[in-house]
């Protein structure tokens, strides 16, 4: 079965300081990956995706991401955080059977101080 | 970026009628959608996976004649939380699925509706 691991629930910097938000895999095939990032109390908006072409992926905001086969990894980074960047984000895998179904990673909560 | 819209963003309800959310691809039109539920502080679990012009395949454990998902036309697509009950209280996400050009495959969200039920 396809899911994902985000191994920490918070995730505290600095304004100004680098951001790195773990994701790990499981998959018995090549996965599609996604990041999205929700706002307080707003619908999910789309940082960036993997779907088997460059392993490292640039996406919105200055936040990118790398494919890391060896290691199952989808880390998500940022060189420098901004207090705009405080919100919920979610590691994403999707299915490729049926309806290619998005399965969802519990979330890490980044929160950005000044 | 594709644009989906959801609404309403928020409703309040007496316990025992009936709440419509909608939720419309404006820029793209989406055979399938999705629609989520998400609790405080945790993740989106899929309640339900609608297709246009077809009957919707639910998750299990998700009340199907509780919650009716109608996907009437590729552009639109309805959830009504039928005699809705405290528990029902919930925030509602739903999400379609572009299956043309560069955006092919990938979900779009709405921006969800918080269901407070009295």
């Known amino acids: 079965a396809q899911s994902v691991t985000q191994l920490d629930s918070h995730v505290s910097v600095s304004e100004g300081t680098p951001v790195l938000l773990r994701c790990n895999y499981s998959s018995s095939y090549s996965p599609s990956l996604f990041w999205y990032v929700q706002h307080p109390n707003k619908g999910l908006q789309l940082l960036l995706k993997y779907t088997s072409a460059a392993t490292l992926v640039k996406g919105i905001n200055g936040f990118e991401a790398e494919f890391k086969k060896s290691e199952t990894s989808f880390h998500l980074t940022k060189p420098s955080a901004h207090m705009s960047d405080a919100a919920e984000y979610f590691c994403?895998?999707?299915?490729?059977?049926?309806?290619?179904?998005?399965?969802f990673g519990t979330g890490t909560r980044l929160l950005v101080s000044p | 970026g594709a644009v989906v819209s959801q609404h309403p963003s928020r409703v309040i309800c007496k316990s025992g009628t009936s709440v419509k959310i909608e939720c419309r691809s404006l820029?793209?039109?989406?055979?399938?959608m999705f629609w989520y539920r998400q609790f405080p502080k945790q993740s989106l679990m899929l309640m339900a996976t609608s297709n246009e012009g077809s009957k919707a395949t639910y998750e299990q454990g998700v009340e199907k004649d509780k919650f009716l998902i109608n996907h009437a036309s590729l552009t639109l697509s309805t959830l009504t939380v039928t005699s809705a009950h405290p528990e029902d209280s919930s925030f509602y996400i739903c999400?379609?699925?572009?299956?043309?050009?560069?955006?092919?495959?990938?979900?779009?969200f709405g921006a969800g509706t918080r269901l407070s039920v009295l």
């Open positions: 994403v895998v999707r299915l490729n059977t049926g309806f290619q179904k998005l399965v």
């Open positions: 820029d793209f039109q989406a055979t399938t």
């Open positions: 999400s379609a699925r572009d299956k043309t050009g560069e955006s092919k495959n990938i979900q779009y």
